[in-house]
């Protein structure tokens, strides 16, 4: 999914954040089954991928040099990865639902 995500807005800036960062951060108590979510200086856009899941974009106006030390290179998915602290400013800046993230636990994994 992540490697269709990126073909799909190849030319913008695109890093995995939000829901999936926590997630895979295990301070998000509900785990993104067949969902992935992006910040993308593209649309935002879902788009249904069927029996693969959704690839959700939210659109954000930052750029590299803003992001600098926040992002590193995921080797698996092979794309930019939020750091924890961002990916909870980013799902603030999208308005998400935070009743699901643990921000005790965040704090503690990122001391």
């Known amino acids: 999914m992540f490697h269709i995500a990126a073909k799909l807005r190849a030319g913008f800036l695109n890093y995995i954040s939000q829901e999936t960062t926590l997630s895979d951060l295990g ?3 509900q785990i993104p089954f067949q ?3 992006l910040m993308s200086t593209g649309s935002s856009a879902l788009v249904d991928c069927g029996a693969w899941g959704r690839i959700e ?3 954000t106006a930052k ?3 803003t992001l600098g030390s926040q992002l590193s290179f995921d080797q698996d998915c092979r794309m930019l990865r939020a750091s924890g602290a961002l990916a909870l ?5 999208a308005r998400r639902n ?5 921000e005790e ?3 503690e994994h990122t001391v």
């Open 57 to 59: 974009f939210t659109h």
């Open 105 to 107: 636990a965040l704090r």
């Open 63 to 65: 750029d590299l040099t």
């Open 27 to 29: 301070v998000g108590s």
């Open 35 to 37: 969902h992935i979510s």
């Open 98 to 102: 935070l009743d699901l993230i643990d």
């Open 89 to 93: 400013k980013d799902l603030r800046a």
